[in-house]
């Protein structure tokens, strides 16, 4: 079955350069979430789409921005990089939320691969 | 989560052991709970979950049970492999602004299987 896809799996930056992370979500799956993982810590939510739309915000600097395109794949950029930026950075994608029976129910998230970043 | 830096909890169990990672979540209203395993360098990956209309739900050598009343979920795997070696995750899913979703990890366990 086909996962969710990122890229690059590497990437080494210098302080103050900027890094665009790739993320193609599972075939139908119209909604991507973007999680940060430093050294030995959990994943941190940072942004979500639906549709191609922003979702929802978590801990994310202002000197990152992320956006979701007419094919759902999705890019995370990151301007003015810092040493604290270096992270495993995870995209996962899911069907969102299902509504039926006056509820809401969460779907499965599924999690890419994942992005090594070190800032340098 | 509550972070704890590099020194994540370790669990080591014999192969063929049966072992059982504990999990407290924080949110009373959450209602879908997810138990994701993670290998060194790779993404989480889903194992198995469990909503909260259920307080026990059974896979393959896998079962999480839940306890709403004290927030407390489990994973327990049977017999053991030295595959089964890996850091999990209970992740518990949250409503964000408007219909939107996001996961909330715990810290995570590490598991080592030994011979």
């Known amino acids: 079955a086909a996962g969710v896809i990122q890229s690059p799996r590497h990437l080494i930056k210098e302080k103050r350069e900027t890094a665009t992370l790739k993320c193609y979500p599972i075939?139908?799956?119209?909604?991507v979430y973007w999680y940060q993982q430093g050294p030995g810590q959990d994943p941190q939510f940072l942004i979500s789409?639906?549709?191609?739309?922003?979702?929802d915000k978590g801990s994310i600097p202002d000197r990152f921005s992320a956006q979701q395109f007419s094919d759902y794949h999705s890019e995370l950029n990151m301007s003015s990089l810092e040493l604290g930026d270096s992270a495993l950075y995870f995209c996962?994608?899911?069907?969102?939320?299902?509504?039926?029976?006056?509820?809401?129910?969460?779907?499965?998230?599924?999690f890419g691969p994942g992005t090594r970043l070190l800032v340098l | 989560g509550e972070s704890v830096g590099l020194h994540l909890p370790t669990l080591s169990v014999q192969e063929g052991d049966n072992s059982i990672i504990n999990c407290a979540y924080s949110?009373?209203?959450?209602?879908?709970f997810i138990w994701y395993k993670q290998e060194s360098g790779k993404g989480p990956q889903f194992i198995i979950d469990?909503?909260?209309?259920?307080d026990k739900r059974q896979g393959q050598r896998v079962t999480v049970l839940l306890n709403k009343t004290v927030k407390h979920l489990s994973l327990q795997i049977a017999a053991t492999q030295p595959g089964d070696s890996a850091v999990y995750f209970c992740?518990?899913?949250?409503f964000g602004v408007g219909n939107t979703d996001k996961l909330i990890f715990g810290t995570g366990t590490r598991l080592q299987v030994f011979p």
């Open positions: 469990i909503r909260s209309n259920m």
């Open positions: 992740a518990e899913n949250i």
């Open positions: 075939p139908r799956h119209d909604t």
């Open positions: 949110n009373s209203a959450s209602d879908y």
């Open positions: 996962a994608s899911s069907l969102g939320l299902r509504l039926e029976y006056g509820g809401r129910y969460g779907e499965t998230q599924y």
């Open positions: 789409f639906y549709e191609k739309m922003q979702s």
